[in-house]
């Protein structure tokens, strides 16, 4: 048996340069999901998950965050003497949701270098990353199963998505074989954001990790690679090939993810999340009944 995950680490430390200007002064992982910064849906997903112990990975512009997982006390005084307990609670839930610690990154120099960061904080024990700009629908339990499947086989696990072959350089990119379990592979080989045309197969590693400490180890001399950043894919591909730390395996996940780092997914994930909202749904609905139509005059 191996010891069980109880800490998230959410790296927020990126540059978020395709969201410019917005991302000038506020980190992308504030930006809003309809009303909701994206960074409290994987905080959310994360406590559902059983890991209540949340250690955020920070970079420039890190006061909003913390802003937003603190209290809000004259907000909350003025909600409560006018006694609007809805928006009152709206305000105090995410400073209630989990125990939240902070680290530096310093100089972004990759998400192997934002992990290598949790270090301290993490210690001797498997734990969990959840990249803060990729939100898992609630309805699908990814993060569920992966934690399941580590603690079952004592390995390292990757979330795996099947994506396109036009968008698989965007991504780190597994070859795998089939496991005993249908939604569970054996990681082989990963490259990171390989050459288009290139890519060694279709699977790709979306924004969930459960990783064995051993991880820290191999990040520690882990050379930059893609783009010059010290790539979290290089230190698995070589955790991949050794069975002493029992390898890598991938959770295929076929649910529903929003990519809140990519514009045009930013936008799809606000129309479809809005769309299941009571309060605000049934209004875009028909708005976009009329508004999809008319795209086509
Ligand atoms: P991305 O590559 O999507 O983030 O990193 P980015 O560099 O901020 O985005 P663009 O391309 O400039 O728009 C994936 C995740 O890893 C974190 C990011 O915050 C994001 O959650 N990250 C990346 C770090 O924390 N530190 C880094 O040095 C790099």
């Given at each position: 048996m191996s010891t069980p995950v109880t800490k998230a680490v959410i790296p927020t430390a990126g540059l978020g340069t395709r969201?410019?200007?917005?991302?000038?002064?506020?980190?992308?992982e504030m930006l809003p999901v309809v009303d909701k910064p994206v960074i409290q849906y994987v905080v959310e997903e994360a406590v559902r998950a059983g890991l209540g112990?949340?250690?955020?990975?920070?970079?420039?512009?890190?006061?909003?965050?913390?802003?937003?997982?603190?209290?809000?006390?004259?907000l909350e005084q003025i909600l409560h003497r006018k006694g609007d307990q809805t928006k009152l609670h709206k305000v105090e839930e995410s400073s209630d949701l989990a125990d939240v610690h902070y680290v530096r990154q310093g100089d972004p120099k990759g998400l192997g270098h934002a992990v290598l960061r949790s270090r301290a904080h993490v210690g001797d024990e498997p734990f969990a990353v959840l990249l803060g700009d990729d939100i898992i629908d609630e309805r699908d339990h990814l993060l569920e199963r992966m934690l399941e499947v580590q603690g079952a086989r004592s390995t390292t696990v990757v979330a795996l998505m099947e994506v396109p072959p036009s968008q698989a350089h965007l991504y780190g990119i597994a070859t795998v074989e089939a496991t005993d379990e249908e939604d569970v592979v054996?990681?082989?080989?990963?490259v990171?954001?390989?050459?288009?045309?290139?890519?060694?197969?279709?699977l790709a590693i979306v924004g969930r990790y459960v990783l064995r400490p051993e991880v820290y180890g191999v990040l520690e001399r882990t050379e930059p690679g893609k783009g010059g950043e010290i790539q979290l894919t290089d230190a698995l591909l070589e955790m991949a090939r050794d069975e002493s730390v029992g390898g890598v395996h991938g959770v295929v996940f076929r649910g529903r993810r929003y990519d809140t780092g990519d514009r045009l997914d930013y936008i799809k994930a606000n129309v479809q999340l809005a769309v299941e909202r009571d309060d605000?749904?049934?209004?875009?609905r028909s708005w976009l009944r009329e508004f999809v139509p008319s795209l086509e005059e």
């Open positions: 969201f410019l200007p917005a991302t000038k002064a506020l980190p992308k112990d949340v250690l955020f990975v920070t970079g420039r512009n890190k006061n909003a965050l913390e802003n937003h997982f603190d209290r809000a006390t004259e054996r990681v082989l080989g990963l990171e954001k390989p050459e288009p045309g290139s890519a060694p197969s279709n605000i749904g049934p209004g875009l």
